[in-house]
C-alpha cells in the first residue's frame, strides 16, 4: 500500500487547511486511514482516522469539533479537513494505513506510512 500526502501549508490562527491523502495498491478495503501528526520536540500521536465507509473517529481532544475526515472511496483519497486552526496545530502530518477496525483506537498501529506534509498555522 502506497500513501501520499498534500495540501499542507501555512495558515493564520483560526483558518483552514484541507489535507489529502491518495492510497493506492491492493485490498485498500483491508486497512483503515489514519491522519497523525509531529509537532516540533513531541511524539507522532494519531489525529484521526477512518474506515473507507466514512465511520471515524478524531482522537485528538482539541481537535474534536474543528477536525473531520471525509473520504472519496472511488478516486481512493482520504481527506481531513482542518478548520479554526491554532498555533498548536503545527506539525507535520502523516497519512498512514492500519489494521482493520482500529480507526476508533488511540494506540493504533500503522502499517504502512505515507511521507508527511507540513502545516504551519501562526498566530
Known amino acids: 500500500v502506497q500513501l501520499q500526502a498534500s495540501g499542507g501549508g501555512l495558515a493564520q490562527s483560526g483558518g483552514s487547511l484541507r489535507l489529502s491523502c491518495r492510497v493506492s495498491g491492493r485490498f485498500l478495503g483491508s486497512y483503515d486511514i489514519g491522519w497523525f501528526r509531529q509537532a516540533p520536540g513531541k511524539e507522532r500521536q494519531i489525529a484521526a482516522a477512518t474506515r473507507w465507509d466514512g465511520r471515524s473517529t478524531v482522537h485528538i481532544d482539541s481537535a474534536k469539533g474543528r477536525f473531520i475526515t471525509s473520504v472519496d472511496a472511488v478516486k481512493n483519497v482520504v481527506y481531513l479537513q482542518m478548520d479554526d486552526l491554532e498555533p498548536e496545530d503545527t506539525a507535520i502530518y502523516f497519512c498512514?494505513?492500519?489494521?482493520?477496525?482500529?480507526?476508533?483506537?488511540?494506540?493504533?498501529?500503522?502499517?504502512?506510512w505515507g511521507q508527511g506534509t507540513l502545516v504551519t498555522v501562526s498566530s
Open positions: 498512514a494505513a492500519l489494521p482493520l477496525n482500529e480507526y476508533n483506537l488511540n494506540n493504533a498501529r500503522a502499517l504502512f
